[in-house]
């Protein structure tokens, strides 16, 4: 009998230990960084110190080519593995008021965690044509006062700047950005279980799965 306590007692100090570090790892701030330069952008995940790029992809190297496909010439074929299900999207069932709602409510609990440490934006318009320059210049800097207050009170934001500039003599348009968002997953993961019924009838009611392959 005393056996068996003492592995019982082993066995839940393991999960306690599970758990608890789980708890730790899921409250680490993770977050995506994004910069661009001129059409040039690099995205990369960030786990507290660790950094994991995402884009652009990383090249992968060809595996070399048998003697065999050599000799033929020909690259190998490859057979595609069947699908048994495929899924498709009941627009019957859409209901946009319900999907604004929910989102809405997500978004509501969500915007408390999620920090924007950065965003910094400048942009310097040119074109060919002043008028036009000038034209995209009164745009741009009404979308920015609009946007940038929503941002203030929405999240937590700690470090921005946008400055949206016209250069009449130039002919093309400069831009760069740099913006970084993180939050808990453990504060999201919460979220997703608090809202899991709801999210998972409206899965099944806007999503079709059909046999794809028929059975003889």
Same mark, same amino acid.
């Given at each position: 009998?005393?056996?068996?306590?003492?592995?019982?007692?082993?066995?839940?100090?393991i999960?306690?230990?599970a758990?608890?570090?789980?708890?730790?790892?899921?409250?680490?701030?993770?977050?995506?960084?994004?910069?661009?330069?001129?059409?040039?952008?690099?995205?990369?995940?960030?786990y507290?110190?660790?950094?994991?790029?995402?884009?652009?992809?990383?090249?992968?190297?060809?595996?070399?080519?048998?003697?065999?496909?050599?000799?033929d010439?020909k690259?190998p074929?490859?057979?595609?593995?069947?699908?048994?299900?495929?899924?498709?999207?009941?627009?019957?069932?859409?209901?946009?008021?319900?999907l604004?709602d929910l989102?809405?409510? /997500?978004?509501?609990?969500?915007?408390?965690?999620?920090?924007?440490?950065?965003?910094?934006?400048?942009?310097?318009?040119?074109t060919?044509?002043?008028?036009?320059?000038g034209?995209?210049?009164?745009?741009?800097?009404?979308?920015?006062?609009?946007?940038?207050?929503?941002?203030?009170?929405t999240?937590?934001?700690?470090?921005?700047?946008?400055d949206?500039?016209?250069?009449?003599?130039?002919?093309?348009?400069?831009?760069?950005?740099?913006?970084?968002?993180?939050?808990?997953? /453990?504060?999201?993961?919460?979220?997703?279980?608090?809202?899991?019924?709801?999210l998972?009838?409206?899965?099944?009611? /806007?999503i079709?799965k059909e046999?794809?392959?028929?059975?003889?």
């Amino acid at each position: 009998m005393s056996v068996l306590l003492v592995i019982l007692a082993v066995v839940l100090g393991i999960v306690s230990f599970a758990l608890v570090l789980l708890l730790l790892l899921l409250s680490v701030r993770t977050g995506i960084e994004a910069v661009g330069v001129n059409g040039d952008i690099s995205v990369e995940v960030r786990y507290g110190p660790v950094r994991i790029p995402v884009w652009p992809p990383p090249r992968r190297e060809k595996g070399q080519p048998s003697a065999a496909q050599k000799e033929d010439g020909k690259k190998p074929w490859k057979k595609r593995k069947k699908k048994k299900y495929k899924y498709s999207l009941n627009r019957e069932e859409l209901d946009i008021g319900e999907l604004a709602d929910l989102t809405h409510r /997500l978004h509501s609990d969500l915007t408390d965690t999620i920090r924007i440490s950065h965003f910094r934006v400048r942009v310097v318009i040119g074109t060919d044509d002043a008028a036009k320059t000038g034209i995209l210049l009164g745009q741009s800097a009404a979308v920015t006062g609009m946007i940038v207050p929503f941002l203030e009170n929405t999240f937590d934001m700690q470090d921005y700047h946008v400055d949206v500039d016209a250069d009449f003599e130039a002919d093309h348009t400069e831009w760069a950005f740099t913006v970084f968002g993180s939050l808990r997953p /453990l504060w999201l993961l919460w979220q997703l279980l608090r809202h899991s019924g709801e999210l998972y009838r409206l899965y099944k009611r /806007l999503i079709k799965k059909e046999e794809a392959i028929k059975h003889e």
